[in-house]
Structure formats: structure tokens, C-alpha cells
């Protein structure tokens, strides 16, 4: 079974751009969270979707926000990039709910820099 | 305010030796505590997956304890090899929020 896969895996940026991040979940997982990973703050959840719908959020500003596919696909999208906002992010996938007892597959990350 | 803390924040051990990491949380109510291992520049692995009803679990040469009145969990690993150099991320699942709490993380060495 394949694994969660994200692209792109590397990416640099301006101040003031855009970004789009994808993530596809192991295939049958219906939960997809996000999370950003800096070596200041550590994992800090962004939010997580299910069944297309986001079920719950972390403390971030507007300017990020995700969708999820009805193939659970999803993407994560930061407008307005600050430098703050480089860092590794983390999407992961399964079966249930994500702060549940099934386990949470990870994916490798999207390293994104801004400059 | 429902925290996760770890310590050591490092460590340094000798291939072949134990060594036990520690959290603490305050995450109340609780529902669940995983363990992590986390490489570097890739995603973090589950190691384990804890209830409260669950004292004990063991993954391989990883065993995690639970003591849910106390609020502290461990992380044992036995006859370290080098390849145990990680990360190690002990997570809390908050009931009632349906949140994950995560703590800072322990960075573990092993020389040969």
C-alpha cells in the first residue's frame, strides 16, 4: 500500500505570494491533518478535514486554509506569505478521526522558504 | 492550559545501552498518548498508541508506560542502535477539544 505522498517536497518563495500544498492520504483514509513544523515551536496542528468537510482547526491565522477532495485528497493553501511562515509542513492521514486511536500516517513534508 | 512536556531535551547514549525518555502532560480530559519517532527531514512514525485503560505497550525494542493519575508516560528503548537516532514526540489526545497537544520533543543521540 502506497504511502501519503506531498508535493512539492521543496519549495521557496517571496513575501507577499502564495502557496499551494498537496496531500494525498493513504488510500481508504478519510482523515487528512495538517501540520506546520518549525525548530522553534515544534508540531503545531494547523487543521484537519474529513469526508471533505474541516473538522477542526489550530490556532493560526486566516491566510491559511485547506479543502479535501471527495478522493481525500487535500490541499493547504497560505496566502500572503511571511517569512514566519517557512517551515517544514506535515500532512497525515487515517482511517478515523485524526486525535482518535487509529494511527496517523505522516508524510514526508513540504520544506517551504520564504525569502 | 493543557501542555505536553518532555524531558531530557537531549540525549547522548552509547550504542547498545537503554535509555528511557519522559513526558508529562496536563491534558485533561485525556483520551489517548502516542509516541513518535521522527528521523531527520522526514515525517514522524507512530510507535504507539495508548488509552487510559492501558499501562504498558510495546513496539520491538520501544515499550511505552502509561500512568494516568500521575499524568506521565515513558519511553523505553532497549539495546539502542544507531539507527534510534531521532526525534521522539509523545503526543496527548485531548478529549473533549478532539485536539492533539504535542510536546517539544527529545532528541536522542546514539553513538557507536
Known amino acids: 500500500k502506497a504511502g501519503v505522498t506531498q508535493t512539492p517536497r521543496y519549495l521557496i518563495k517571496t513575501r507577499g505570494q502564495q502557496v499551494t500544498l498537496s496531500c494525498s492520504p493513504i488510500?481508504?483514509?478519510?482523515?487528512v491533518s495538517w501540520y506546520q513544523q518549525t525548530p522553534g515551536q515544534g508540531l503545531q496542528f494547523l487543521f484537519e478535514y474529513f469526508s471533505e468537510t474541516q473538522r477542526n482547526k489550530g490556532n493560526f491565522p486566516g491566510r491559511f486554509s485547506g479543502r479535501q477532495f471527495s478522493n481525500s485528497r487535500s490541499e493547504m493553501n497560505v496566502s500572503t506569505l511571511e517569512l514566519g511562515d517557512s517551515a517544514l509542513y506535515l500532512c497525515?492521514?487515517?482511517?478515523?478521526?485524526?486525535?482518535?486511536?487509529?494511527?496517523?500516517?505522516f508524510g514526508p513534508g513540504t520544506r517551504l522558504t520564504v525569502l | 492550559k493543557n501542555q505536553v512536556e518532555q524531558s531530557p531535551q537531549s540525549l547522548i547514549i552509547l550504542e547498545g545501552k537503554n535509555c528511557t525518555l519522559q513526558c508529562n502532560y496536563t491534558v485533561s480530559p485525556f483520551s489517548n498518548l502516542r509516541w513518535y519517532k521522527q528521523d531527520t527531514g522526514r515525517g514522524p512514525v507512530s510507535l504507539t498508541i495508548m488509552t487510559f485503560s492501558e499501562n504498558t505497550k510495546s513496539n520491538g525494542r520501544y515499550t511505552a508506560t502509561l500512568d494516568a493519575d500521575t499524568k506521565q508516560s515513558s519511553l523505553h528503548i532497549t539495546a539502542s542502535q544507531l539507527s534510534d537516532s531521532a526525534s521522539y514526540i509523545c503526543v496527548v489526545s485531548e478529549e473533549y477539544g478532539n485536539k492533539l497537544v504535542f510536546g517539544a520533543g527529545t532528541i536522542l543521540r546514539v553513538k557507536s
Open positions: 497525515a492521514s487515517s482511517l478515523g478521526r485524526g486525535y482518535g486511536t487509529d494511527t496517523q500516517y
Open positions: 488510500s481508504g483514509h478519510r482523515s
